[in-house]
């Protein structure tokens, strides 16, 4: 068997990103990362601005000047201002050229048409110049960058309304089990409600990976193996979850084998999601998580995820990591290294009941798996810890 890291470097090193380009709406760019420079269309801002309202200035030696217009956010009026003249001036608003520096209102005292300044200003005060944030024509923002929401308000600020982007991975996600009924189906003994498409589904969202179609299949090895093929076909990523194990109706690992999908590997020496399998066919990556729930969402999370970041050219194939001190007791059974269910309060972490690769109660209201190692029988109040934080 080997080990997380292990599990971990050959996916990173097995996915490569996918660099196909499309091209998408702005508001719908969230997650993709661009697949080309793009050039600024216009200066930003594209006109002298006020960065307060107060009074824009034609500036002389005195503290005195008179009020001669007044300039609102969006007026196109350009007030020429002699020197000792003020325009009433409010923030976003064109600074007529003439001004040379703007004064806030709380440093002035009115008196009709006139102002006087508290202190002399200096000349350039609280104007955003044309193009300070950038030119026409420099790179506003190059390839490879992550579309964040302020990047898609930075493009949107320069009027911007589509990017060339790189794809995104379609998924597949293939349930098995006879056993699995839809929610709102009454249960016959014997029948659990089929909930880890949904949960994988949640998961994918979660990370702004929305190309996802869901395929479910009995413990049937004809079934299994067609849908597979066909899932294969047509997406970049297939997670299956269960039938992966030993049992006599686990026909996943027979039908990866019959399609020719290359292994990389089956088995990871961890707990929980030991039997964990990954592997390629073609350009498609093909993981088989447990069925267990609590095992498949943590091997979601720890190397569905990678593999995800490396398809995105992302250099994060980790969730984040820190060490904090545990609040809690533990101990191991067994020496698989474990990940915990745990509640992070931004100060130590909880290890939560319920740690049974079964049990998703706790997993639903933990934020953080707690990483215990090999070599690591029991966790004590104020140990360190290694936490994983998850994106909840
Ligand atoms: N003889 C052995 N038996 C088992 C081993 C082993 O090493 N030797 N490993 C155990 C471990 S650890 C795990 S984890 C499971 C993994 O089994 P499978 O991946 O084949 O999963 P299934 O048997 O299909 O299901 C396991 C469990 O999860 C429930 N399940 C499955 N799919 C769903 C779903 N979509 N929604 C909700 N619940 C689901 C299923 O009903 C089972 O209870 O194997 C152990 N056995
Ligand atoms: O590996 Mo299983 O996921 O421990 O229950």
């Known amino acids: 068997m080997i080990t997380i890291n292990e599990a971990i470097d050959i996916v990173k090193t097995k996915c490569l990103p996918l660099l196909i380009e499309t091209t998408k709406p702005l508001e719908k760019s969230g997650g993709y990362k661009l697949s080309c420079n793009i050039y600024a269309p216009m200066n930003m801002p594209p006109f002298r601005q006020s960065a307060m309202d107060g009074y824009a200035l034609n500036w002389h030696d005195k503290l005195t000047y008179t009020v001669i217009a007044e300039i609102k956010a969006g007026?196109?009026?350009?007030?020429?201002?002699?020197?000792?003249?003020?325009?009433?001036?409010?923030?976003?608003?064109?600074?007529?050229?003439?001004?040379?520096?703007?004064?806030?209102?709380?440093?002035?005292t009115r008196n009709e048409n006139t102002i006087k300044l508290e202190n002399p200003i200096a000349i350039n005060m609280n104007i955003r110049d044309v193009g300070e944030q950038v030119k026409k024509s420099q790179l506003a923002l190059a390839k490879g960058t992550?579309?964040?929401?302020?990047?898609?308000?930075?493009?949107?600020?320069?009027?911007?309304?589509?990017?060339?982007?790189?794809?995104?991975?379609?998924?597949?996600?293939?349930?098995?089990?006879?056993?699995?009924?839809?929610?709102?189906?009454?249960?016959?003994?014997?029948?659990?409600?089929?909930?880890?498409?949904?949960?994988?589904?949640?998961?994918?969202?979660?990370?702004?990976?929305?190309?996802?179609?869901?395929?479910?299949?009995?413990?049937?090895?004809?079934?299994?193996?067609?849908?597979?093929?066909?899932?294969?076909?047509?997406?970049?990523?297939?997670?299956?979850?269960?039938?992966?194990?030993?049992?006599?109706?686990?026909?996943?690992?027979?039908?990866?084998?019959?399609?020719?999908?290359?292994?990389?590997?089956?088995?990871?020496?961890?707990?929980?999601?030991?039997?964990?399998?990954?592997?390629?066919?073609?350009?498609?990556?093909?993981?088989?998580?447990?069925?267990?729930?609590?095992?498949?969402?943590?091997?979601?999370?720890?190397?569905?995820?990678?593999?995800l970041q490396r398809l995105m050219n992302s250099e994060f194939y980790k969730l984040p990591r820190i060490q904090v001190k545990s609040?809690?007791?533990?101990?191991?059974?067994g020496d698989r290294p474990q990940f915990l269910k745990a509640t992070y309060n931004g100060n130590t972490v909880t290890i939560l009941e319920g740690q049974s690769s079964s049990m998703l109660q706790t997993y639903a209201i933990c934020n953080a798996l707690v990483f215990m190692p090999e070599d690591q029988s029991k966790i004590k109040v104020d140990d360190l810890v290694e936490v994983i934080l998850l994106p909840v």
Not at 203 to 213: G, H, N
Not at 327 to 333: L, R
């Open 327 to 333: 609040d809690s007791i533990f101990k191991k059974h």
């Open 75 to 108: 007026d196109n009026h350009q007030p020429i201002l002699k020197k000792g003249e003020a325009v009433r001036i409010f923030t976003g608003a064109p600074v007529p050229d003439s001004a040379n520096t703007v004064i806030m209102q709380e440093k002035v």
């Open 146 to 307: 992550k579309l964040t929401p302020a990047a898609i308000g930075y493009l949107s600020s320069l009027g911007i309304k589509e990017v060339n982007v790189y794809k995104k991975p379609s998924v597949a996600i293939l349930t098995t089990g006879n056993e699995l009924v839809e929610p709102g189906i009454h249960l016959e003994y014997g029948q659990i409600y089929e909930s880890n498409s949904q949960m994988l589904l949640s998961a994918l969202y979660s990370f702004k990976f929305y190309d996802v179609t869901i395929h479910k299949v009995k413990d049937d090895y004809h079934e299994t193996l067609n849908t597979l093929d066909h899932v294969i076909k047509e997406h970049d990523l297939v997670i299956i979850s269960g039938g992966i194990s030993v049992g006599d109706y686990d026909f996943v690992g027979q039908a990866l084998k019959a399609l020719q999908v290359e292994e990389h590997f089956y088995k990871v020496n961890q707990k929980p999601g030991k039997p964990l399998f990954f592997g390629t066919k073609q350009d498609t990556y093909i993981f088989a998580l447990p069925g267990n729930p609590a095992a498949s969402l943590t091997c979601f999370y720890i190397y569905v995820f990678t593999a």
